[in-house]
């Protein structure tokens, strides 16, 4: 019997004690993975930190420098439809005359053809005609030829000249047409410009950016020059927002027209056009108050303030500030005036 029963007590006391031990290998194996968990989550964590104020940055710029000739493009197209807008509304002004004018004149040879052709002479001409000496009444007949040929010539002298004010307003109102197509098309970007302007300045950390006002200028510098200075100075801090001339806000070329607009001198609110609105300047023989432009495109423009600084509307989330011209290709400088 004790043979027989010693097997069983140990078999019996190690199902007792293995639960335990099963338990305890258990919590062990938790307090690993625990631990190995945590582990892993401090070695992958730097994988999703937030990016940096610089690296954000350097996102904006990328993505800015697609969305910056798209805007000016759609200035490009606003102050051509002004323009062309104007000459279609005087070239309208000039044809009214000459169309109530050609109706008269119209209205003559018709009165001639009517009197001399349709109904027969008039009693003026039929008193003509039996009381005229025979060497008269041809000089009285000649005098009616060449008073219909002059009606005649009257009507086609003045359908020649509104025929031209009308192909010139038809080619102006062909031209209006596809630029509001244009416009349109543009508009229809401006949500999307909008929405990504947005979300950009959405992803820049909330901070406090001081701005200081322009440096001390010594150098050669017009009267003009200093005018748009001090007056493009005075901005600095005020918000870019696209389209805007001021006063409250502005985007690059709406800040160079408001600034000379004050000296006098007025720009056209697009980069394109203001390149060609100055003279050209050598980098080499720029003095403050001359524009300086960047990119390939023309797509930006401030006013520079020598020593390769300048004062400009950066761009959204950027407000109006000084800052070197290095930060972007330049393509050139003009001189307004």
């Known amino acids: 019997m004790p043979v027989a029963t010693m097997p069983l007590q140990r078999h019996v006391s190690g199902r007792s004690r293995r639960p335990g031990g099963l338990r305890r290998a258990a919590r062990r194996l938790v307090v690993l993975v625990a631990t190995a968990t945590v582990g892993a989550g401090l070695l992958v964590a730097p994988a999703y930190a937030a990016p940096s104020v610089e690296e954000i940055e350097r996102q904006i710029d990328k993505q800015w420098q697609q969305l910056e000739p798209t805007i000016e493009q759609y200035n490009k197209v606003r102050s051509q439809l002004k323009v062309n807008r104007q000459k279609s509304g005087d070239l309208q002004k000039k044809i009214q005359p000459l169309a109530l004018e050609a109706e008269l004149a119209m209205n003559r040879v018709a009165d001639l053809a009517s009197r001399y052709y349709v109904s027969g002479p008039s009693q003026e001409l039929g008193a003509v005609l039996l009381n005229a000496k025979p060497d008269t009444l041809g000089e009285q007949m000649a005098f009616l030829e060449r008073l219909a040929a002059y009606e005649r010539r009257q009507l086609d002298d003045v359908m020649k000249v509104r025929k031209k004010y009308d192909d010139q307003k038809a080619k102006l109102d062909a031209l209006i047409a596809d630029q509001e197509t244009k416009?349109?098309?543009?508009?229809?970007?401006?949500?999307?410009?909008?929405?990504?302007?947005?979300?950009?300045?959405?992803?820049?950390?909330?901070?406090?950016?001081?701005?200081?006002?322009?440096?001390?200028?010594?150098?050669?510098?017009?009267?003009?020059?200093?005018?748009?200075?001090?007056?493009?100075?005075?901005?600095?801090?005020?918000?870019?927002?696209?389209?805007?001339?001021?006063?409250?806000?502005?985007?690059?070329?709406?800040?160079?027209?408001?600034?000379?607009?004050?000296?006098?001198?007025?720009?056209?609110?697009?980069?394109?056009?203001?390149?060609?609105?100055?003279?050209?300047?050598?980098?080499?023989?720029?003095?403050?108050?001359?524009?300086?432009?960047?990119?390939?495109?023309?797509?930006?423009?401030?006013?520079?303030?020598?020593?390769?600084?300048?004062?400009?509307?950066?761009?959204?989330?950027?407000?109006?500030?000084?800052?070197?011209?290095t930060t972007m290709p330049v393509a050139g400088f003009r001189r307004p005036g």
């Open 183 to 325: 416009e349109k098309q543009l508009a229809a970007k401006k949500k999307q410009i909008d929405a990504e302007i947005k979300r950009l300045e959405r992803s820049l950390p909330k901070t406090t950016v001081k701005t200081t006002n322009c440096p001390t200028i010594n150098g050669v510098v017009s009267a003009a020059a200093r005018t748009a200075i001090r007056v493009a100075c005075e901005q600095v801090g005020k918000p870019y927002v696209w389209g805007a001339t001021g006063p409250n806000s502005f985007d690059c070329s709406g800040l160079t027209q408001y600034a000379y607009k004050a000296a006098g001198i007025y720009l056209t609110h697009f980069t394109g056009a203001q390149w060609n609105e100055g003279k050209a300047i050598a980098r080499a023989d720029a003095r403050p108050g001359d524009l300086v432009f960047f990119r390939s495109d023309l797509s930006h423009v401030g006013i520079y303030l020598g020593n390769n600084t300048m004062v400009h509307s950066a761009r959204a989330g950027v407000p109006v500030n000084v800052s070197p011209i």
